[in-house]
């Protein structure tokens, strides 16, 4: 069984900083693309900064600059550093992960359950 496992969310005044981890685990063969998503009250889930194997990133425009994605593939873990944040941040941050399976030849999707960012005014 895989999984991801998001950790670092919580509350934060205008300005501050979080850093998010999401480590995987299972039985993983690689580990492609990595990304985080996130989903505010009332809006759809969007994407917020993406990875590839090979260290690329790109990241939604109203992000850009203030977060920075990296990875640990060592570790099987991807972090979101987040800084100069804002209360628009606001939202479950959730990790995903195509990644290839052992036994399997394709990579598929996996999602964790979210982590909760709050950024108080």
């Known amino acids: 069984q895989v999984q991801l496992v998001e950790s670092g969310g919580g509350l934060v005044q205008a300005g501050g900083s979080l850093r998010l981890s999401c480590a995987a685990s299972g039985s993983i063969f690689r580990i492609n693309a990595m990304a985080w998503y996130r989903q505010a009250p009332g809006k759809q889930r969007e994407l917020v900064a993406a990875?590839?194997?090979?260290?690329?990133?790109n990241y939604a425009d109203s992000v850009k600059g203030r977060f920075t994605i990296s990875r640990d593939n060592a570790k099987k873990t991807v972090y979101l550093q987040m800084i100069s944040l804002k209360p628009e941040d606001t939202a479950v941050y959730y990790c995903?992960?195509?990644?290839?399976?052992?036994?399997?030849?394709?990579?598929?999707?996996?999602w964790g359950k979210g982590t909760l960012v709050t950024v108080s005014s």
């Open positions: 990875v590839s194997s090979d260290g690329n990133t």
């Open positions: 995903n992960a195509d990644l290839v399976r052992t036994g399997y030849y394709y990579g598929m999707h996996y």
